[in-house]
């Protein structure tokens, strides 16, 4: 089926230093969303992103999150600067269309902030 | 904010038997409901959705969705070893933006004993 990729699979920074995390969505979809997950914790929404622009985001996508997939290209999480607290899981999705449709997620990044 | 729980957090189930998994939410909007699996070092996959009240059956699988009583239900009967796995329920309320945010529950853990 359909596959969402993201690279890398770990990354380990030190606090302060700035990461960027990217995903390879299914290829016709045209939705984009970050999840993040703290180990032992629910899966929480970041943000989506649709026509190059962020059409939603939580209280967790903090002012030093930004998102953006240039030119069709992957799509991509830049965190600037790291803390402690952003060391979780980060799964990215996309979907073809909003509503009803199924969300594709990758396998995650595991970001871990010394 | 919506609230999404499930239960039991953990199920041991005979090869052959019946699993069945609860989801409770709290907000009344919602409108889109979903079951993911997760299978170790893999990205959540979408089992099933649910939009309508009543039961939808999807092989061994059936959801049951009660709006009214906010509660999502998941069966799985005949279960098979390759059914071990981590289940989410995922709710996306009714929206007029572009883009679903999922709400998901913390999971339960599903083991199938041969």
Sequence with gaps: ?114 | QQKVQQSPESLIVPEGGMASLNCTFSDRNSQYFWWYRQHSGEGPKALMSIFSNGDKKEGRFTAHLNKASLYVSLHIKDSQPSDSALYFCAVSPMTNSAGNKLTFGIGTRVLVRP
């Design chain 1, 1 to 114: 089926g359909p596959k969402v990729l993201q690279i890398p699979s770990h990354q380990i920074i030190d606090m302060g230093q700035m990461v960027t995390l990217n995903c390879d969505p299914v290829s016709n979809h045209l939705y984009f969303y970050w999840y993040k997950q703290i180990l032992g914790q629910q899966m929480e929404f970041l943000v989506n992103f649709y026509n190059g622009k962020v059409m939603e985001k939580s209280k967790l996508f903090k002012d030093q999150f930004s998102v953006e997939r240039p030119d069709g290209s992957y799509f991509t999480l830049k965190i600037q600067p790291t803390a402690l607290e952003d060391s979780a899981v980060y799964f990215c999705a996309s979907s073809w269309a909003w509503g009803g449709y199924e969300q594709y997620f990758g396998p995650g990044t595991r970001l871990t902030v010394l």
